[in-house]
Structure formats: C-alpha cells, structure tokens
C-alpha cells in the first residue's frame, strides 16, 4: 500500500511574525514527527518539510535524515488546510 501521511496533531514550534515565516511540529499517525516550514504571505505556503529523527523513516526505513518526506509535502499541505490545523496552531 503506498504511504500517506495522516496528520494527528499539530503544534507550533516557533514564528517570526514580520516576515511571515511559520515552522510546526506535526504528529502522524504512525508515530513519526515532522518539522514544516510555512510562509503566510501573500497566503499560506509549505516551503520546507522534514522528519524529525526520532522514529525511523516509514517509507524508506531509515533512521536518519533522508527526503522521503518531501514527496508527501502536498498531502501535508492539503491536510493543514482542511483540517484547520493551520489555522488553529498559528493562532496558539
Ligand atoms: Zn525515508
């Protein structure tokens, strides 16, 4: 079965509200922790996403940095869009 993320909660993980630069930690379902970069001007855009090194990769099984994550970065966005989950943690 091909891998897709499904994204159980996000927190906020830092910000800088003058330029608009947003990162969150994102928990998945299968235990493994991202770290996402957003720009919100002129509208919110994924620029960066990345696996935290604490659980190995669920696509490619490594336990260290690798890109896999990159590939799912619209699965990603389209899911803190509609799961509020964007909203809701940029507000924090
Ligand atoms: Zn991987």
Redesign the pocket.
């Known amino acids: 079965m091909p891998y897709r993320p499904q994204i159980t909660n996000v927190t906020k993980a830092g910000n800088n509200e003058k330029d608009g630069l947003y990162e969150f930690i994102i928990n998945l379902a299968d235990g493994t922790d991202c770290r996402v970069f957003y720009n919100r001007y002129p509208e919110w855009k994924l620029t960066n996403v990345s ?1 935290l090194g604490k659980t190995p ?1 669920p ?4 336990d260290f940095i ?4 990159e590939k799912f970065s619209s699965d990603f966005d389209e899911q803190m869009k509609e799961g509020e989950w964007l909203s809701k943690a940029a507000a924090e």
């Open positions: 696996r990769c696509v490619c099984r490594k690798c890109r896999c994550m």
